[in-house]
């Protein structure tokens, strides 16, 4: 029966969390409609600088501030989050996923009360057209760490890596294995 109340506070919590992040899209949309129509010189400056406090966490995690990256370890309750080729939006099935991903993570820090960290690691395979590999799988890693920021998950708990193609999951040349690799995969460690 608490499980029931908790499955549902969760839900409650992270549909909030959905209603914030369309209220806030919706002010963000006439801001920048606004902008033009105003002085352009003075707004740019401002967005630019909101970008970077949210960005340094995700980017200072790429950098290193994790020291040692075998400290992470696989969990089975989270699921990599597949992409299209060359391509980095998560759609259909990758949100579902990042769904239960984002509740099985919130759920920790709520219910568990402990300090998870979440490494986020993109991945291509060789195949994608793009020139830079690993810029891409940067781009997935990011994506996938913004989807969990808006549904609760701290920034500060997560990093993200990019490994381009260096660490494919599959070997053979087939489109198949190729789909598999083009991925974020989740790993997580404990404070």
Not at 105 to 110: K, N
Request: aromatic share 6%; with cysteine.
């Amino acid at each position: 029966m608490q499980l029931i109340g908790l499955a549902l506070a969760l839900d409650v919590a992270l549909l909030v969390a959905l209603a914030g992040c369309a209220q806030q899209a919706k002010t963000t949309t006439p801001s920048t409609t606004a902008q033009p129509e105003s002085p352009p010189t003075p707004p740019p400056p401002p967005a630019v600088q909101e970008q970077p406090p949210t960005a340094p966490p995700a980017d200072s995690a790429a950098s290193g501030a994790p020291q040692n990256l075998d400290e992470f370890a696989d969990e089975p309750a989270l699921k990599d989050v597949l992409f299209e080729p060359n391509r980095a939006d998560i759609v259909r099935d990758g949100a579902s996923i990042m769904m239960g991903n984002a509740r099985w993570l919130v759920a920790r820090w709520l219910v568990d009360n402990r300090d998870y960290f979440v490494l986020l690691e993109g991945h291509t395979d060789a195949k994608e057209a793009r020139e830079d590999n690993a810029a891409l799988a940067e781009l997935r890693a990011k994506a996938a760490a913004r989807f969990l920021m808006a549904m609760g998950v701290p920034e500060s708990r997560l990093w993200t890596v990019s490994y381009g193609a260096d660490r494919p999951v599959c070997k053979d040349r087939s489109d198949a294995c190729a789909a598999k690799n083009r991925r974020v995969h989740f790993r997580v460690r404990r404070q």
